[in-house]
C-alpha cells in the first residue's frame, strides 16, 4: 500500500505563498485521485484539491479557485500544491491522501470528499498570520 509523507508547511503572512508536496513512497494505484484536505483548529476537514493522478484534470473548492493550482510529476511520484494569496484563516494542518477514481454513473472524476480516500498522509502544518 503507498505510504504518502507531505512536506512544505510553514509560516507565511497574509498575501504570501507556500508550495506543499506530497511524496509517494510506493506507487500510486493506476487510476488514482490525490488530493489535499485541510483542517483548522476546531473546524471539520475539508477538500481543497484534487487531481487525478494519471489524465492530470483537476478540481478545485471554490475557495481557493485561482489562487492554489495542484499538479503531479509521475517521475517523482509527487503531488504539489502552490498556494498563492493565503489568508489568515487557512492556517490548517494540510493533509495529502488517496484513493481510486470516483466512478458515479458516467461521471469519473476524483471528489473533494474526504471519506473517498483511504490512504493518509500525517499532515503537515500551515500558519498565516495577518
Known amino acids: 500500500q503507498v505510504q504518502l509523507m507531505e512536506s512544505g508547511g510553514g509560516s507565511v503572512q497574509a498575501g504570501g505563498s507556500l508550495r506543499l508536496s506530497c511524496a509517494a513512497a510506493g506507487a500510486f494505484a493506476s487510476p488514482s485521485c490525490v488530493a489535499w484536505f485541510r483542517q483548522g483548529t476546531g473546524k471539520e476537514r475539508e477538500g481543497v484539491a484534487s487531481?487525478?493522478?494519471?489524465?492530470?484534470?483537476?478540481w478545485y473548492d471554490d475557495r481557493v479557485k485561482g489562487r492554489f493550482t495542484i499538479s503531479r510529476d509521475s517521475t517523482k511520484n509527487t503531488v504539489d500544491l502552490l498556494m498563492t494569496s493565503l489568508e489568515p484563516e487557512e492556517t490548517a494542518m494540510y493533509y495529502c491522501?488517496?484513493?481510486?477514481?470516483?466512478?458515479?454513473?458516467?461521471?469519473?472524476?476524483?471528489?473533494?470528499?474526504?471519506?473517498?480516500?483511504?490512504?493518509w498522509g500525517q499532515g503537515t502544518q500551515v500558519t498565516v498570520s495577518s
Open positions: 487531481i487525478d493522478f494519471r489524465g492530470g484534470q483537476s
Open positions: 491522501a488517496s484513493g481510486p477514481v470516483h466512478v458515479l454513473g458516467a461521471w469519473r472524476g476524483c471528489l473533494l470528499r474526504d471519506s473517498m480516500y483511504g490512504t
